[in-house]
């Protein structure tokens, strides 16, 4: 019941800056939640980010807390992740997902828990 198209991604040196956009489609193109995800080679996919509603609730992973912010524009049915002062270990390829239903809050940061996904943004930073 939903579609997600991402964009933006690239190589950076670290310190630099980079931001994906997933753009949303389709009849429930509004979800209860959007989130980000990443996966390194070799390790499990694991949490980024994540904004509820009309994005008055984030949250952030500690691993990128203060330096990467998540957003969106309502109007375009598109989120965000903003990505400042990129380190090595950020390389991977980075993953937007979609939940339709509520959900409790702590859920979120749960792979498990989204309904649909993007195709994947590989980000890589140089040292």
């Known amino acids: 019941q939903v579609q997600l198209v991402q964009s933006g991604g690239g190589l950076v040196q670290a310190g630099g800056s980079l931001r994906l956009s997933c753009a949303a489609s389709?009849?429930?193109?509004?979800?209860?939640?959007m989130g980000w995800f990443r996966q390194a080679p070799g390790k499990e996919r694991e949490f980024v980010a994540y904004?509820?509603?009309?994005?008055?609730?984030?949250r952030h992973a500690d691993s990128v807390k203060g330096r990467f912010t998540i957003s969106k524009d309502n109007a375009k049915n598109t989120v965000y992740l903003q990505m400042n002062s990129l380190k090595p270990e950020d390389t991977a390829v980075y993953y937007c997902?979609?939940?339709?239903?509520?959900?409790?809050?702590?859920?979120?940061?749960?792979?498990?828990?989204?309904?649909?996904w993007g195709q994947g943004s590989q980000v890589t930073v140089s040292a």
């Open positions: 389709g009849r429930t193109a509004s979800s209860y939640a």
């Open positions: 904004v509820i509603g009309n994005g008055g609730t984030s």
């Open positions: 997902a979609a939940r339709l239903q509520p959900s409790p809050i702590a859920f979120l940061v749960g792979r498990n828990s989204y309904d649909a």
